[in-house]
Every structure is written in structure tokens, then in C-alpha cells.
């Protein structure tokens, strides 16, 4: 009984728990957004022409906005080095993704880009965890 009673009542998994926690799921999204982005980047040409320009900046300048959303600021985001700048910038990708490029596809297709949408913006509330280059700046700058 006590193993069903802490299996459905468990406690809280604490700072540590929560900070491995947050650290998994960074690296688990942040590497497959990484993996669009670099494959755009291989593509780039290809793709440079007949890119969505949905904010009116040109395919061109628009291809170039998403990968470095989704391979620079993945980066900082793995590393949780400016953890919140770089998920602005892939936040902001992601929502034009979801309501503008794909505001009148079927939920199946849009359903991807908006989980990933969702995760960005809980990791966002989150914050970067104790295992990031961000918290070991902030501790720094603390001590001083």
C-alpha cells in the first residue's frame, strides 16, 4: 500500500529534481528544433527562393531569421546561455509558424510547430535550471 501511496501522492521532486528535469527537456527540444534549423541551413539554397515571407521581409531574409532562430538561438538555449533572449527569438519563430503561415492548415499540421510553441513557452516561465551557463553568471554575479 505504501508503494501505490507514493506512487500516486508523490512529493515534490526539489530544486535539484526540477533543475535535472528542466535540463532534459532543454536539451531533448532544443536538439530537434537544432536539427530543422541545420537543415535549413543545408537546404539554403533550395529553399531561398520559395520561403514563406509572412512577415513581408522577402523569402531570402526570412530563411535567414529562422535559422538563426533555430540553430543560434537553439544553441544558447541547449547551453542555457541567454536562455530568454534566444527563446524570444524562437518563441516569436514558432508563433508565425502556427498563426500565420499555418493560421488556415488542419490542426494535423500545425500540431508539430505548436507543441514545440507550447514547450518554448513553459521552458520560457521556467527559467534556465541550475545546469546552465545563465545560473552560474547569475551565482557570480550574486557573490560579488
Not at 526570412?62 to 541547449?78: K, M, P, Q, R
Not at 500565420?100 to 507550447?118: D, G, I, M, T, W
Request: aromatic share 14%.
Amino acid at each position: 500500500m505504501k508503494v501505490i501511496n507514493h506512487f500516486l501522492f508523490p512529493r515534490p521532486i526539489g530544486e535539484m529534481g526540477s533543475s535535472l528535469l528542466i535540463l532534459f527537456f532543454r536539451l531533448f527540444i532544443g536538439a530537434f528544433i537544432l536539427v530543422h534549423g541545420i537543415t535549413k541551413c543545408i537546404h539554403f539554397s533550395a529553399m531561398a527562393e520559395h520561403f514563406p515571407s509572412p512577415i513581408g521581409i522577402g523569402s531570402k531574409a526570412s530563411l535567414i531569421l529562422v535559422i538563426f532562430a533555430e540553430v543560434v538561438c537553439a544553441l544558447g538555449f541547449l547551453t542555457g546561455f541567454l536562455y530568454r533572449l534566444s527563446l524570444i527569438a524562437m518563441i516569436f519563430s514558432f508563433s508565425v509558424i502556427v498563426f500565420v503561415v499555418s493560421a488556415h492548415a488542419n490542426f494535423q499540421q500545425k500540431e508539430l510547430p505548436l507543441v514545440y510553441l507550447l514547450s518554448l513557452v513553459l521552458l520560457f516561465l521556467s527559467g534556465p535550471g541550475k545546469y546552465s551557463i545563465d545560473y552560474l553568471i547569475g551565482k557570480k554575479i550574486r557573490n560579488n
